[in-house]
């Protein structure tokens, strides 16, 4: 890149980000402006640049493809600007952009497959620094790459998905890069605080603990155990396999470990998923050897706001789009076939919520 570099209407403008939706991203340009420094970009060296891929675990087809387009972009200068901004301002000690939710959106449409490639070349920067902090933590190095490789797996859906090369996940990925996201086994443990208006209290006399939603507040008894801003584990489940019941148990078991010994400052309340796989209603449509099933009964029930989970389309078959004609939906799975079963009744899947409590997992 030139040394002289956009300001920041010119780049905005060039790259059509004057609207609502990258207005986070104007914050501190300047100051990174002046912080500009390609040799901290590892993408401007090309062998630098394979050796990241090969770390991450891309194969030799993913890796080529990056190598070759890599010129191109580098040769993009407002784009290459906008990745430095990023970079800088994720990575500054001062300001940890990572995980700010309005910090990572897609690019415009209108700037073609450049944009769809730029996290790609965003995260191949960006990566050293989770791997800096787990390595502060002494975090086994397997469970870093195993965490990271979540980046290789979602360029694989979305180029897939895009029919070329595109990575479009910032958003869910900048957990990884903030350092709050591990892969532990066969799930995955963030740490978080609960963003949820749901109340966990605990029965004076039973001592059981009863979920109240927003509008049951005045119905709250005993003493609250987990309201909203309150530390839990969230749980995710990637897109590696099946969901091995004992799998998922060591999962937890190793999890609770891991806190213990890289994170003992985080005391998580509860083990939460937020997910279509916690709705009680899979225990109604499949059999009581199902691992979906399984998984589904670990969890005690934790209300959310009613919204149909969409997401489903993508999980079980890789299209955002649900079908019009739900009888063209393969149901070659079980719960294929109790996705559609529920969906002809005339019913939506709703999003769904569960938490397990941390005395409920067997200590290592």
Not at 12 to 17: G, P, Q
Not at 90 to 118: C, R
Not at 174 to 201: P, V
């Given at each position: 890149?030139?040394?002289?570099?956009?300001?920041?209407?010119?780049?905005?403008?060039?790259?059509?980000?004057?609207?609502?939706?990258?207005?986070?991203?104007?914050?501190?340009?300047?100051?990174?402006?002046?912080?500009?420094?390609?040799?901290?970009?590892?993408?401007?060296?090309?062998?630098?640049?394979?050796?990241?891929?090969?770390?991450?675990?891309?194969?030799?087809?993913?890796?080529?493809?990056?190598?070759?387009?890599?010129?191109?972009?580098?040769?993009?200068?407002?784009?290459?600007?906008?990745?430095?901004?990023?970079?800088y301002c994720m990575s500054h000690p001062t300001n940890p952009m990572p995980a700010n939710y309005d910090t990572s959106v897609n690019l415009p449409e209108s700037l073609g497959h450049q944009g769809e490639m730029f996290y790609i070349y965003l995260y191949?920067?960006?990566?050293?620094?989770?791997?800096?902090?787990?390595?502060?933590?002494?975090?086994?190095?397997?469970?870093?790459?195993?965490?990271?490789?979540?980046?290789?797996?979602?360029?694989?859906?979305?180029?897939?998905?895009?029919?070329?090369?595109?990575?479009?996940?910032?958003?869910?990925?900048?957990?990884?890069?903030?350092?709050?996201?591990?892969?532990?086994?066969?799930?995955?443990?963030?740490?978080?605080?609960?963003?949820?208006?749901?109340?966990?209290?605990?029965?004076?006399?039973?001592?059981?603990?009863?979920?109240?939603?927003?509008?049951?507040?005045?119905?709250?008894?005993?003493?609250?155990?987990?309201?909203?801003?309150?530390?839990?584990?969230?749980?995710?489940?990637?897109?590696?396999?099946?969901?091995?019941?004992?799998?998922?148990?060591?999962?937890?078991?190793?999890?609770?470990?891991?806190?213990?010994?890289?994170?003992?400052?985080?005391?998580?309340?509860?083990?939460?998923?937020?997910?279509?796989?916690?709705?009680?209603?899979?225990?109604?449509?499949?059999?009581?050897?199902?691992?979906?099933?399984?998984?589904?009964?670990?969890?005690?029930?934790?209300?959310?706001?009613?919204?149909?989970?969409?997401?489903?389309?993508?999980?079980?078959?890789?299209?955002?789009?649900?079908?019009?004609?739900?009888?063209?939906?393969?149901?070659?799975?079980?719960?294929?076939?109790?996705?559609?079963?529920?969906?002809?009744?005339?019913?939506?899947?709703?999003?769904?919520?569960?938490?397990?409590?941390?005395?409920?997992?067997?200590?290592?």
């Amino acid at each position: 890149m030139a040394d002289k570099l956009l300001n920041i209407d010119e780049a905005f403008t060039t790259l059509d980000l004057n609207s609502k939706t990258y207005l986070p991203w104007r914050v501190r340009w300047d100051e990174s402006s002046a912080a500009y420094d390609s040799d901290r970009l590892v993408i401007f060296d090309e062998a630098a640049t394979r050796e990241r891929c090969k770390w991450l675990g891309y194969d030799d087809d993913y890796a080529a493809q990056i190598i070759s387009h890599r010129e191109e972009m580098l040769q993009n200068k407002a784009m290459m600007q906008l990745l430095w901004h990023i970079f800088y301002c994720m990575s500054h000690p001062t300001n940890p952009m990572p995980a700010n939710y309005d910090t990572s959106v897609n690019l415009p449409e209108s700037l073609g497959h450049q944009g769809e490639m730029f996290y790609i070349y965003l995260y191949l920067c960006l990566v050293e620094h989770p791997i800096a902090m787990a390595e502060a933590r002494d975090v086994p190095e397997q469970i870093t790459r195993d965490t990271l490789y979540d980046i290789v797996r979602w360029t694989k859906f979305n180029s897939e998905d895009k029919k070329r090369l595109a990575l479009t996940q910032g958003v869910w990925l900048n957990h990884h890069i903030g350092g709050r996201i591990h892969t532990i086994g066969r799930l995955q443990h963030e740490r978080r605080a609960c963003d949820y208006a749901a109340i966990l209290a605990r029965d004076p006399e039973t001592g059981k603990l009863n979920a109240y939603r927003e509008d049951e507040y005045d119905q709250v008894r005993g003493e609250i155990y987990l309201q909203k801003d309150d530390p839990i584990i969230s749980i995710h489940i990637p897109r590696s396999g099946a969901m091995d019941h004992e799998a998922c148990t060591q999962s937890f078991v190793d999890a609770k470990h891991f806190l213990k010994m890289h994170y003992p400052e985080f005391q998580p309340k509860a083990y939460c998923c937020f997910s279509w796989l916690t709705n009680p209603l899979w225990s109604e449509y499949l059999s009581a050897t199902s691992n979906v099933r399984k998984f589904v009964e670990r969890y005690h029930y934790y209300p959310l706001p009613d919204r149909e989970d969409t997401g489903l389309w993508y999980w079980l078959y890789q299209t955002w789009k649900p079908h019009e004609n739900l009888d063209d939906a393969p149901q070659e799975s079980s719960v294929q076939k109790a996705f559609i079963k529920h969906l002809k009744s005339g019913k939506k899947w709703m999003v769904s919520g569960g938490y397990i409590l941390p005395e409920e997992i067997p200590d290592k």
